[in-house]
């Protein structure tokens, strides 16, 4: 029989500002690209900040009614002491032409970049810089008094693995020290964002979810997972509630503050085994190897690992809401297979009982995927780089049709569906 979802239950997609709108030019990102540490340069991304308009139009026809999508703070303020009056009324405009084609906007203030006067001194390293942050939340609270939904950071354990670990992103330092100062730095920067907005809006915090499965049956392999398991998903929400932030060397004060949801972003899981090597947390961690064909991101396909997330997730108490889950492929049956199967575990996670309200397929459309650059292909609406031209792709079709009836009907489940789950 068909999988019903709830009448008010959100069908979206998600994009990020640094990866359509193109020429964010005062942002780190841009700068790094420039200077040649980053291997590809964003330049006109998708050009959305031109084409917002059929953009827009397209997803409408297409039916989806809800789009996640980010402000870039840089645009706003390209200098320190510098608003942006025409980029403020852009973002007005996106918003006024997704409300009166009934699409749920979703606003996320930080999705990785910032402006590069910013991070020069020092970005979310310094607590001092928290009161920057304040000015573009406060004017970030008069652009959207028409939305609803608005999420402070996007997967800030990425940003900070990222940045500050690994150092394979901007500000590209490495620094385990420095990486959990910044962790505790975002969670008061959250903390004064909800001050702020909380009351005129739901305010939420979006959390990527790797499941971390054990390598082997050995106890310190799952002692191992559980490790890496609460270190990268769930210290950070944590102490969101608590106030207590666990890094892996340090527990860190912060504000006690909260999150009216909490946006899951699910892709894949990881394999983790023990190590004895201290400086990497006493653990190993690499993509687990748990489906036969890999993404064009390297990723293997888990799709019973999003209802693990949600399940976890809703230890918290908040509503729940599936920010991203998608899949980099040049195979659009393999994309209509992907989402069917993790929308069936999404439908049980409600039938289970959890608060889950929506479900933002990653993306709208090709994009600039950050390091990777635009190989990789996560669109519904494909992208011609060279004149922008957007063509739907099947899955777009599908997933619209999904979106519209609010029901996986039969023939797509006996298609591309799991048997059991």
């Given amino acids: ?56 139009q397209l997803m409408a026809s297409l039916g989806y009614n809800a789009y996640r999508f980010s402000i870039e703070w840089s645009r706003l303020f390209p200098e320190e002491n510098k608003f942006n009056e025409e980029a403020f009324n852009r973002y007005q405009e996106i918003i006024d032409l997704l409300l009166a084609n009934n699409i749920t906007p979703l606003v996320t203030l930080h999705h990785f970049t910032s402006p590069l006067w910013f991070m020069k001194k020092g970005g979310f390293l310094r607590e001092e810089n928290l009161k920057f942050w304040e000015k573009y939340v406060e004017k970030s609270a008069e652009l959207l008094e028409k939305v609803k939904l608005i999420a402070t950071f996007n997967e800030p354990m990425v940003y900070v693995m990222m940045g500050y670990l690994t150092a394979y992103w901007p500000p590209f330092i490495k620094s385990p020290l420095k990486a959990f100062k910044v962790a505790a730095n975002l969670l008061k920067a959250h903390a004064l964002a909800y001050e702020i907005l909380h009351g005129k809006f739901q305010v939420g915090i979006v959390k990527n979810v790797p499941i971390m499965l054990p390598a082997s049956d050995k106890e310190r392999d799952k002692k191992a997972a559980r490790k890496a398991d609460n270190l990268f998903n769930w210290y950070f929400l944590d102490a969101i509630w608590s106030g207590v932030y666990r890094g892996a060397f340090k527990a860190y004060r912060v504000p006690q503050s909260d999150a009216d949801f909490i946006g899951v ?34 990723w293997s396909v888990y799709p019973r690992g999003i209802y693990i997330a949600l399940k976890k997730a809703s230890k918290y108490g908040k509503p729940l809401y599936i920010t991203e889950n998608g899949i980099a492929t040049l195979d659009d049956e393999w994309r209509i297979e992907f989402i069917i199967q993790h929308l069936q575990y999404v439908y049980k996670a409600i039938e289970d009982g959890l608060d889950v309200r929506g479900y933002f397929y990653w993306s709208f459309m090709d994009n600039y995927e950050w390091r990777e650059g635009f190989e990789p292909r996560f669109g519904l609406v494909e992208v011609d780089y060279e004149t922008f031209e957007r063509r739907p792709r099947k899955s777009a079709y599908i997933y619209g049709g999904i979106a519209k009836s609010k029901e996986i009907k039969d023939e797509l489940i006996e298609k591309y569906g799991l048997s059991s789950l």
Wanted: aromatic share 20%; hydrophobic share 35%.
């Fill in 1 to 56: 029989m068909p999988l019903k979802f709830p009448e008010e239950f959100l069908f979206g997609t998600a994009t990020a500002a640094h990866q359509i709108e193109g020429d964010n030019k005062w942002n780190d990102w841009w700068y790094y690209e420039q200077i040649g540490k980053l291997p590809y340069k964003s330049g006109k991304a998708c050009n959305h900040w031109e084409f917002y308009k059929e953009d827009i």
């Fill in 265 to 298: 972003n699910y892709y894949t899981a990881s394999e983790v085994r023990h190590s004895w090597n201290p400086l990497k947390f006493f653990f190993d961690a690499k993509l687990a190897d748990v489906s036969e064909r890999k993404t064009q991101m390297g």
